[in-house]
């Protein structure tokens, strides 16, 4: 009896194990049914990666492909103002030879005869800026494929001419390079080369202006020989200007009592009172500091040029020659002889004389006429000295012409050109190695300086043109100096610095 149940319950065992054979074919077909699901999905992800991938690869071609779209805008740019014979602009209708623009309320297209890239095209737009020949926005689009990718840009030129300013200084090793109570109407670009973080490059007082936007107090018939001032619209209004900027690499700048940089802007008149832009790293010092500066950006922006300028020297070397005041000595008349060297050290509107040759002339005619063309060069130390006969303190002068003084210069006349328009179509620029002085009250001087030591300009005189030294020494009598744009297009031949040029600033970058 126990037997016959033992067999049976094994009969029950082998029963149960006969039932679970075709589980295993289950099992299999279930995991074979996984795997082809896994591998289904592996084969979807592959193909679905490998498609953003190549929009991936389409995305960065595209981008690239705009990106080439602006730099060849830059590059037209840039020639269209490196190449100018006059005065360059992006607003004259033609940019590099295209006969393209302007238009200050939308994009026009560049047309480019090629645009082909990376299997892909670009398309590159412009957009001038209203009042402003030298900045502009660039738009490029790159496409590959389906693909578009859009880069915008804001550009603007800067011209590294020296003489693009009332002011140009150089080095401040030896104290504050601008110092005292003076006007000064237009661009000021101060090194401060030698100067630390809190030595004052400026420190000015009573009721100066370091940089003025606009014509100021200066005579009608000062005015009538000049070009007049730009205009540009500025808070809905067209006002004149003088684009005018403050630019100081190293040192403070002190503004203390009423002296200011630019003014506040007043409505209802018809010029800008207010300077384009400030750019001083070490800032603003004095009682007033940061309160008096009236600026289109504001006060706190740093110095904006890098190293890409620098002082020039009339001992720097220059091509062929051991220096530049070598160059000009071999291209210029040379007045060396005693007695000549004594006329031009005490010259007077009654003065009678003439020096001439191939390469320059410069002549007197006794009734207070002088005139000037190419280049002089004063050897031997000579001075070269205009003082007044009596009560006749007036030279005016015709012609276009660079005088190197190898010694001083002094100028205590009104030294004026001749008739209306007159200025700086014609123009003297002085040079020397030493200093150039304007001491006389109440004169006006029209012209270029370049003095590498000193520039000293004193009591009321009223300087019309530029001046570019390493020193200045201003006085305490208010005197005034008044940028002319339009130098820069008519610089005298020789003139150290002539051939400075232009800087492109790229001020913004976005992707759209």
């Not at 101060?190 to 107090?217: P, Q, R």
Request: with cysteine.
């Amino acid at each position: 009896m126990i037997f016959n149940m033992f067999d049976k319950n094994r009969l029950i065992f082998q029963t149960n194990i006969k039932n679970d054979k075709g589980s295993l074919f289950i099992i299999s077909y279930f995991v074979m049914g996984i795997l082809t699901v896994l591998g289904a999905s592996v084969m979807l992800v592959s193909v679905t990666e490998k498609k953003v991938a190549e929009r991936q690869r389409q995305v960065i071609l595209a981008f690239n492909n705009a990106e080439a779209g602006i730099e060849q805008a830059l590059y037209d740019l840039r020639q269209d103002f490196v190449n100018a014979a006059g005065s360059p602009s992006w607003s004259d209708s033609n940019i590099n030879g295209y006969a393209i623009g302007p238009n200050t309320s939308s994009f026009y297209n560049i047309p480019y005869t090629s645009t082909s890239l990376n299997g892909g095209t670009y398309s590159v737009q412009l957009e001038n800026v209203s009042g402003v020949n030298d900045e502009i926005w660039i738009k490029s689009t790159g496409t590959l494929g389906d693909q578009n990718q859009v880069i915008q840009v804001y550009v603007k030129m800067i011209n590294l001419n020296p003489w693009n300013n009332a002011i140009f200084a150089g080095t401040g090793s030896n104290g504050k390079m601008v110092n005292g109570n003076v006007n000064i109407l237009g661009s000021v670009h101060i090194l401060g080369t030698g100067l630390s973080s809190t030595d004052y490059a400026v420190d000015l007082g009573g009721t100066a202006e370091l940089v003025g936007d606009y014509y100021k107090n200066l005579s009608s018939s000062i005015l009538a020989k000049i070009p007049a001032l730009p205009t540009v619209n500025y808070n809905g209004e067209t006002v004149s200007t003088l684009n005018a900027k403050l630019r100081v690499k190293h040192g403070k700048v002190g503004l203390s009592g009423s002296s200011s940089v630019g003014e506040t802007d007043v409505s209802g008149n018809s010029v800008k009172e207010t300077i384009d832009g400030s750019y001083v790293t070490d800032g603003f010092g004095g009682t007033q500091g940061t309160n008096s500066v009236h600026s289109d950006n504001g006060w706190s922006n740093a110095y904006d040029l890098g190293d890409s300028v620098s002082f020039m020297s009339l001992s720097d070397p220059y091509p062929g020659y051991s220096s530049y005041q070598a160059y000009l000595k071999a291209n210029a008349l040379v007045i060396s002889n005693a007695d000549d060297l004594n006329t031009l050290a005490a010259i007077t509107p009654n003065s009678n004389f003439n020096f001439s040759g191939p390469k320059g002339s410069i002549q007197m005619d006794g009734n207070g006429n002088l005139t000037v063309s190419g280049i002089v060069y004063i050897d031997g130390n000579g001075n070269l000295n205009m003082n007044k006969a009596g009560s006749n303190k007036t030279i005016t002068y015709t012609g276009s012409a660079s005088i190197l003084v190898t010694g001083s210069a002094q100028i205590s006349v009104n030294l004026v050109t001749n008739g209306n328009n007159s200025f700086p179509n014609n123009i003297i620029g002085l040079m020397t190695p030493n200093q150039v002085t304007c001491n006389e009250a109440n004169i006006d001087v029209m012209g270029l300086i370049y003095a590498e030591n000193t520039a000293t300009v004193l009591k009321q005189t009223n300087f019309i043109g530029s001046i570019v030294s390493n020193y200045f020494d201003m006085g305490t009598n208010v005197p005034s100096i008044y940028q002319v744009p339009d130098v820069i297009n008519n610089m005298p031949p020789g003139m150290i610095g002539k051939s400075s040029g232009w800087i492109m600033q790229v001020v913004s970058w976005q992707k759209l």
